[in-house]
């Protein structure tokens, strides 16, 4: 229809928090399309519910994701690199993963190239040149970006892994990063996305913030055996 608006809802980095994954479900209802950057699990203390729910949004052909690290390393066991935190959430994770979340989490690729109201969207969960394991923060120079975004394809490149939101206008498009709706880093506890507006090939970039109960998913932490930090972490946006 001449003037439809087309609604894109942009998540990142849910980390098995599935009490923040449901708020920002709620939020993102009416988006045609939802696009996930990655890190799906790790950390949290609901992995196989956040997959079902997912599952569930691909199957209708609404959700789309990429592979985090996060997720790499919970489908092969690999915690190269990772810290002490993320290594046992890691093993906490693949002692609790029925098989068949393991096999959709197998399944994701590690890019997303896709067209949507006549603009490209590239989803990495790092970055074209590393897309499993490299940050990309705000404060990237600007060369590195611009080159990023030629070596995507996409008029928008979409990010990860950093839990941080971003956005940096470009001469050829945008690099952006939702955030994190389960695990943010920024000093916010709230879950953070981004929903995107396409009318007549203009993008307007939202980002949003919303509360979910915190305190429930710390509880879980705490009683599923996760390091207590997990938690306390997530009270206050560290």
């Given amino acids: 229809m001449v003037g439809e608006t087309l609604r894109i809802g942009v998540v990142s980095d849910i980390h098995s928090n599935l009490e923040a994954l449901n708020e920002v479900m709620k939020e993102l209802k009416d988006c045609q399309k939802v696009l996930c950057a ?49 290594r046992e959430g890691v093993r906490w994770t693949r002692s609790v993963m029925k098989k068949e979340k393991i096999v959709f989490l ?13 603009i490209t969207f590239s989803v990495f969960h790092g970055s074209p040149r590393n897309p499993l394991d490299e940050y990309v923060f705000p404060q990237t120079p600007q060369e590195i970006l611009e080159r990023f975004l030629k070596e995507s394809g996409g008029k ?62 710390v509880e879980k932490i705490s009683e599923r055996g996760l390091p207590r930090e997990l938690g306390e972490r997530l009270l206050y946006g560290l």
């Avoid at 519910?49 to 489908?75: C, P, W």
């Avoid at 197998?106 to 006549?118: A, D, E, F, T």
């Avoid at 001469?171 to 507006?197: C, T, Y």
């Fill in 38 to 86: 990655g890190d799906l699990v790790g950390y949290g203390p609901d992995p196989n519910e956040v997959i079902e729910l997912l599952s569930r949004e691909t199957e209708k052909g609404r959700f789309q994701a990429v592979m985090g690290n996060h997720d790499y390393a919970v489908v092969t066991g690999d915690t190269h690199g990772f810290s002490h935190l993320a």
């Fill in 106 to 118: 197998r399944s994701l690729r590690k890019n997303l190239k896709i067209s949507i109201g006549g």
């Fill in 156 to 217: 928008v490149l979409i990010l990860g892994h950093t839990h941080v939101p971003m956005i940096r206008e470009l001469k050829e498009g945008l690099v952006i990063n939702p955030g994190s709706v389960g695990q943010p880093r920024d000093f916010d506890p709230r879950a953070s996305f981004i929903v995107l507006e396409i009318k007549e090939g203009e993008l307007e970039v939202n980002f949003r913030r919303v509360e979910y109960d915190v305190e429930l998913t």
